[in-house]
């Protein structure tokens, strides 16, 4: 059945076109799948470039959508080959580097003095934070291409087969795991575990989101985002594979069939439903909800009701990341390096820049006005709005 889906999603040209736009500019299309051309507009945010840095060869087409994690003032980087940097957030220079010769394409994971990486053999590497020493290894079956979060004195691993396990955050001891079945056919990529108070919340490849215990991995509730519904596998594509974003009490959660889903992070009851979204990260900002779907739409969703404030179409079959909210502006990276950003208010195309010339596949990481953002090549830039 696997072999008869991934034959089918070649023979189907159109239906493909779908899946390889969310990863980005496929060559051998046909022009009306080709990115959208940039329009020109006049700047109306004031965006500057505070340093860029290399971390070593990218994660190239793994499709890890691997991004930089930013604590205590510096950013953590990994690459499959060049292994994991810590870098002075404001002026980019090395503060410590972990060598490596394994494939580290999962994370960093950052938090309570630990930076937490993972492996396509299934490796997860706990090192220190301030200083780069090792503190301990363990394994998964299974690669691991989403960053570990870390607190409450655990360490959370999703790995691709649709696992997550919990490992003491001092040691490295295995506390439990809880499996997951994985569709015959989802899109390439997951994203971090999301900790909320007692909580650990999991987006699903079928298009759900799990809560499950801290303590003991019990699941307490789960939640349909996007219906896997449709005659074949690749209709029945319905990955929640962006992090679920908690606001309060409130945990927003969009899926690759195009809704979004408002849900009480206790209960698990729906608040509301929109028939906008895509499988990557949401952006949550005061008022409203940011979000992109396959064809590259941004939505902006109104917080209480899920109602759409406004579209911005200028960015279709660009392959966009998830959102961040960086200051008044809703930011997306694309398959040709360049980030976006959009006023919140409008939607409006307020400042662009090349990061470089490979595509941004992870969603940007924002801590105050910086905001930092990784190519598929390993490169690494960070950026200040004035």
Known sequence: MRTFALLACMAALAGCSTVRGWFGKDDAAA??????????FTPTANVARLWAQG???G??????????????NRVYAAAIE?????????????????????????????????VVVGGLDGEVIALDAATGAEKWQAKVPNEVIAAPAIGGGLVFVRSNDGRVTAFDA??????????????????????????GPGFVFVGNDDGTVAALSATDGRPLWE????????????????DVDGTPVLDGTVLFATSYKGQTLAIDGPTGRPLWAAQQGGAGRAGVAADRIVVTDRNGNVYALDKNGGSTLWMQPGLA?????GVAIHGDYAVVGDAEGYLHWLRLDSGEFAARVRVGRDPIRATPAVVGDVLVAQTVDGKVAAYRLQ
């Open 59 to 72: 994660e190239g087409r793994t499709g890890a959508r691997q991004g930089p994690a930013i604590a205590d």
């Open 82 to 114: 060049g292994g994991v940097h810590a870098l002075d957030l404001t002026t980019g220079a090395t503060v410590w580097r972990y060598e490596s010769e394994r494939r580290l394409a999962g994370g960093p994971g950052a938090g309570d003095g630990l």
């Open 317 to 321: 079959r660009r392959g966009l990341t």
């Open 170 to 195: 001092a040691s490295g001891e295995r506390r439990w795991f809880w499996n997951r079945d994985v569709p015959l056919l989802s899109v390439r990529g997951n994203d971090a575990p999301l900790i």
């Open 31 to 40: 022009k009306p799948n080709e990115p959208a051309e940039l329009a020109d």
């Open 55 to 57: 971390v070593g060869k």
């Open 223 to 238: 939640q349909t985002v996007g219906q896997a519904e449709g005659r074949s596998e690749l209709e029945r594509m319905a």
